[in-house]
């Protein structure tokens, strides 16, 4: 019997990078909920027909609850995936995170699926005293996404604990890679920098451009929620999914403008609120438990992601 999975997010930046990796694999039959808030079909057209697509809110129950049935493990990944936007707009990031994120659960639970993956973020460690960043940490959130985000974790671990469901929360660091989406000032960094670099205009940085970030390629992601899956004596557990290095904007920024052929000096402006300083992850645990080592590194990711914006 395949494998029956089900991706919240699906039609988003990394979780259409997931569904690539699952249809990748032996034999899986994948199912995507997406209300398209952020997502795009064009990120799934190329496997629309190895795919069921559902347009579907998650804050939506009753119509969440039936697509369910006989799914063996979801991955949820559905969110409003921003900072500052849970700042700015405080309302509609808790309702998704939050609310949208328990209905997920509790339709997992209902429809009896084995296993809930979780897309946590490192957002939820906050500014810590020490680096690089290890799961034992004490969370110290900065913003409404940071907290939501850690709310989505402490869920699962509630509904593996009261309700026997597994779950497993990976915390995602900083991902970039094809398909990240440069059309809102909330997109992410690199694929702000890479749409700068090619249209030739400077991008804004938002503090000095020395705070860190540890950058993973949406590739090695996906290979670790596909671990995280099947991997057993985990539920219940977090980990950090990232790369384990640490660059600064003004780093890749130079970094892309040299893949771009171009130089241009960025402009500084105030930091942003909610924002970390710094970020690194601490891997030993996800490569001890769920056996994975990234393979990219950044100078090969931002190639491959430079390609790929280049070409669209
Ligand atoms: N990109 C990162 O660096 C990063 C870091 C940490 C955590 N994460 C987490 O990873 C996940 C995916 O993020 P992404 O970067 O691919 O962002 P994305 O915006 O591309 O993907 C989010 C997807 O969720 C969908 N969505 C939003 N609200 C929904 C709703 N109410 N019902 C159904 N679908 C809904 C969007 O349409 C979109 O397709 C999110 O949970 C995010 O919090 C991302």
């Not at 670790?224 to 990232?242: D, I, T």
Request: glycine share 10%; with cysteine.
């Amino acid at each position: 019997m395949p494998t029956r999975y089900l991706v919240t997010g699906g039609a988003g930046f990394i979780g259409s990078a997931l569904v690539r990796h699952l249809l990748g694999q032996e034999s899986g039959n994948v199912t995507v909920v997406d209300n398209l808030y952020s997502g795009k079909l064009a990120n799934i057209e190329a496997v629309k027909d190895r795919i069921e697509f559902h347009k579907t809110d998650i804050r939506d129950y009753e119509a969440l609850r039936p697509l369910m049935d006989g799914v063996e493990v979801v991955f949820h990944l559905a969110a409003i995936p921003s900072v500052p936007r849970s700042i700015s707009e405080p309302v509609p990031s808790h309702d998704v995170n939050c609310n949208g994120t328990f209905n997920v659960y509790r339709a997992a639970h209902e429809a009896q699926v084995r296993r809930v993956v979780y897309a946590a973020s490192s957002s939820a460690y906050g500014d810590t005293d020490v680096l690089p960043k290890t799961e034992s940490m004490m969370p110290r959130p900065k913003s409404p996404y940071a907290l939501q985000k850690l709310m989505g974790e402490y869920y699962g671990s509630v509904f593996h604990s009261c309700f026997g469901l597994e779950a497993v929360a990976l915390r995602f660091f900083n991902v970039f890679g094809p398909r990240q989406d440069p059309g809102s000032p909330y997109s992410g960094v690199l694929s702000l920098f890479m749409k700068a670099a090619l249209e030739g205009q400077t991008p804004t940085i938002f503090g000095d451009g020395e705070q860190s970030r540890d950058f993973t390629y949406v590739e090695d992601v996906a290979a670790l929620v596909y671990k995280a899956a099947h991997a057993p004596g985990v539920s219940g557990r977090v980990y950090n999914a990232g790369n384990g290095g640490r660059y600064t904007l003004n780093f890749v920024w130079d970094q892309v403008q040299k893949l771009a052929g171009v130089t241009l000096p960025a402009n500084y402006g105030p930091p942003r609120a909610g924002d970390v300083r710094d970020s690194q992850a601490d891997t030993a645990a996800a490569q001890r438990d769920l056996n994975h080592s990234p393979q990219f590194s950044i100078e090969e990711g931002l190639r491959r992601t430079f390609d790929w914006y280049r070409g669209a």
